[in-house]
């Protein structure tokens, strides 16, 4: 398993040769078995440990080449404790039931025909995304177990991470070690240029299905160009509620991690809403936690007449529909509860909310008719992802209502088909 | 209920405005209760019932209006039949259970936060479709008891049918005889205008989701269009193929049901293969009983050369791509089940595809490699539809893999969210 032997990386295809070839290696990874696809899922997991020096050198190279924002920088960044969670994804992945071949329902009519609706691979899975190189690794595991192909679309940022990932993770094609894993079942475009996007989002017929994740310019661009159905995900102005009747101590904690914890992450909290009831004693004091920790509030003008001398910059119309992905936080006084569910079915993204309550009658009001994926009743936001929930690896967390909603995997990697078995029955 | 009580219609409304009450809407129908459903869906179907000698004006109006060709008259056509199908349809609604609210799954993480997935409506839903009216009155009792607003653009040549239908529909908004259908839950766009159907495919943040139901032309257009997310539904290439051992008598009847029975929808057959072993025999055979029915043949080279004086015309390379919708088929000769698989997979618009077989060895092949939503042994093509699959009504047939694939109907019309409940828990 020398690295020496790797093959030369598929840069030079065109995309449209690229997608030919997902395509045509969708049937046969579709017909792959459970344990043919845990085997090429292991000899994955042991290439990129044996490897693991020479990701980090293609990771470091790409962090020197650019000059990247703070938060940029983050999310681009590999270092061995996230080595370890890629493994971690690789192998929870292994652990997941194959969902390929599941009957979900079965049953006969009265005219004696017997209808099976079966999950099926989706086919041809793409995924465009920006600078997370743990992204690459997911994507390809998961539409794999799925039984699909997989068209890879990265950022110009991860360029030699990912092309370093990739060809590790294909690299059993060419030993014909394990055989497991069919030419073109994992395509790498060029990130270099924005003609592949925008080859990848029109090809109709080749792709069955779109995942963008990234802000709102990439799902913006997505929406408008694409023709190929899409999963939206990703773009988190999230909110968080206090309310008169919270546990403020909770509060704070729920707070501060929400904004804290993972700032350029889509789960992160962007917004805070304060009960009025609360708000002269409990607006300084989360301010005053917030500022410790280095986050910049900006405030509507109920907040900044409480702020009792903390420096609170205006917030400005459109920063109530901002997903800041940094250390900086937008935080408005509210009426009550329906003021604060209306402010966020208005501003969200849809992505997560949380509120803080003792009130059971307002947190279950809360969780019904605020309009997102994930709702939460006295946790934070920034458990809105597929390890958190259980799902092993994640494909994306979507923010629209087609398909999937909120952190998805495996099972939403597949679609279904109906087995119709007859006996000669014809229609009257 | 006298019909001289009705309100005017609201074609006066803009696009804009009546997009925007859809979307007010959307939150009051969500939070209707099951028997508040019921109650006014049975108002809907007396309605219907009270006023049925109108809506059969109406629909004369329609089909004196204009020069239709017959497939077009035959899909614009309400008759008392008919008539009966639309009121069975809503009772059918009636029955079925009420998706919203379901849990779907619940669980605990180590960290001690429950998550549940729980069935929401999808929100507002528009549908765009052509000349059949029982559409409307499908569209408008699926969405409804599935918790959402729904937005009509109905076909120009069904204006006076689908005016009168959501007139009639509507009507218990305005008496607040039972105060079930709030004002804005179902609009009904201007069918004259192409400006309504573009305006309706790029209401992003107003409508979650558009059903095209209609040709090949409609789809592409949609496709081209649309900034919200669509379920692709209808377009159907459908094939029979006939193997080698098959019960000829069987494929007989399933081959002429498949293309006779009602050409003009999307589940006729368009598409006959023959296995090369039979050929000679089965051909000639089932060209004759198709000619008797009135069919139009199209055959391959092989197919022609077997005809024995049958008139068959040559069929064109676009032909094996065309859905005719009317009588006509074309034929081919296929070397065997491979060759029947690979042309249904290169040709198909991936609807409703049969083999006609003894041999369950390949009859389970074709389940499991022809890629398309519906797949039969020794059925008709016919039987893919929602009623006919025990759905109630349908809202159409998606030839999409993404959230949901064939016929679907109330179930699909949702989508899920996730409540987190936790005791302030952080992420670490």
């Given at each position: 398993m020398s690295p020496v032997t790797m093959p030369a990386p598929t840069v030079s295809r065109t995309t449209a040769e690229k997608l030919a070839r997902a395509r045509g290696a969708a049937p046969q990874v579709a017909r792959l078995s459970s344990d043919e696809k845990n085997l090429t899922l292991r000899a994955m997991?042991?290439?990129?440990?044996?490897?693991?020096?020479?990701?980090?050198?293609?990771?470091?190279?790409?962090?020197?080449?650019?000059?990247?924002?703070?938060?940029?920088?983050?999310?681009?960044?590999?270092?061995?404790?996230?080595?370890?969670?890629?493994?971690?994804?690789?192998?929870?992945?292994?652990?997941?039931?194959?969902?390929?071949?599941?009957?979900?329902?079965?049953?006969?009519?009265?005219?004696?025909?017997?209808?099976?609706?079966?999950?099926?691979?989706?086919?041809?899975?793409?995924?465009?995304?920006?600078?997370?190189?743990?992204?690459?690794?997911?994507?390809?595991?998961?539409?794999?177990?799925?039984?699909?192909?997989?068209?890879?679309?990265?950022?110009?940022?991860?360029?030699?991470?990912?092309?370093?990932?990739?060809?590790?993770?294909?690299?059993?094609?060419?030993?014909?070690?394990?055989?497991?894993?069919?030419?073109?079942?994992?395509?790498?475009?060029?990130?270099?240029?924005?003609?592949?996007?925008?080859?990848?989002?029109?090809?109709?017929?080749?792709?069955?299905?779109?995942?963008?994740?990234?802000?709102?310019?990439?799902i913006n661009r997505v929406v408008d160009t694409a023709r190929v159905p899409v999963i939206e995900t990703g773009a988190g102005n999230c909110h968080v509620y206090v309310d008169d009747e919270a546990d403020l101590d909770m509060a704070d904690r729920i707070v501060v991690n929400a904004k804290v914890s993972r700032p350029s992450v889509c789960n992160s909290a962007e917004k805070l809403l304060v009960h009025r009831g609360i708000a002269a004693g409990y607006v300084p004091r989360i301010l005053r936690k917030l500022q410790e920790a280095g986050v910049e509030v900006r405030g509507d003008e109920e907040t900044r007449r409480l702020a009792s001398g903390l420096h609170v910059r205006a917030a400005e119309p459109e920063d109530w529909f901002t997903e800041y992905s940094a250390l900086i936080i937008a935080v408005a006084v509210v009426d009550d509860l329906d003021a604060a569910i209306a402010h966020i079915n208005r501003y969200s993204t849809s992505h997560s909310e949380a509120i803080v309550t003792r009130n059971e009658q307002r947190a279950r009001e809360f969780l019904a008719r605020v309009d997102s994926a994930a709702v939460y009743w006295n946790a934070s936001t920034r458990f809105t992802d597929g390890g958190e929930f259980g799902f092993g690896a994640e494909m994306g967390i979507s923010t629209q209502k087609l398909h999937c909603r909120g952190p998805f995997a495996l099972k939403e990697l597949t679609s279904i088909k109906y087995q119709v078995i007859g006996s000669g029955q014809i229609r009257g």
């Open positions: 997991a042991a290439a990129i440990k044996e490897n693991t020096e020479r990701i980090l050198e293609a990771n470091r190279a790409d962090l020197a080449s650019r000059d990247l924002r703070a938060s940029s920088r983050d999310r681009l960044l590999l270092n061995p404790r996230r080595m370890d969670d890629m493994l971690g994804a690789i192998q929870a992945v292994i652990d997941l039931p194959d969902p390929v071949g599941e009957v979900l329902e079965q049953w006969t009519r009265p005219n004696g025909i017997e209808i099976r609706k079966v999950r099926v691979p989706l086919g041809v899975v793409g995924v465009i995304y920006e600078s997370r190189p743990n992204v690459t690794v997911d994507a390809i595991v998961l539409a794999f177990k799925a039984g699909n192909a997989v068209v890879l679309r990265g950022g110009r940022e991860a360029v030699h991470t990912n092309e370093c990932l990739v060809e590790i993770l294909s690299w059993n094609v060419c030993t014909g070690l394990t055989g497991g894993l069919p030419e073109g079942a994992v395509e790498l475009l060029d990130s270099t240029s924005r003609d592949s996007v925008d080859e990848l989002l029109r090809a109709r017929g080749l792709v069955d299905v779109i995942v963008p994740r990234g802000g709102a310019d990439l």
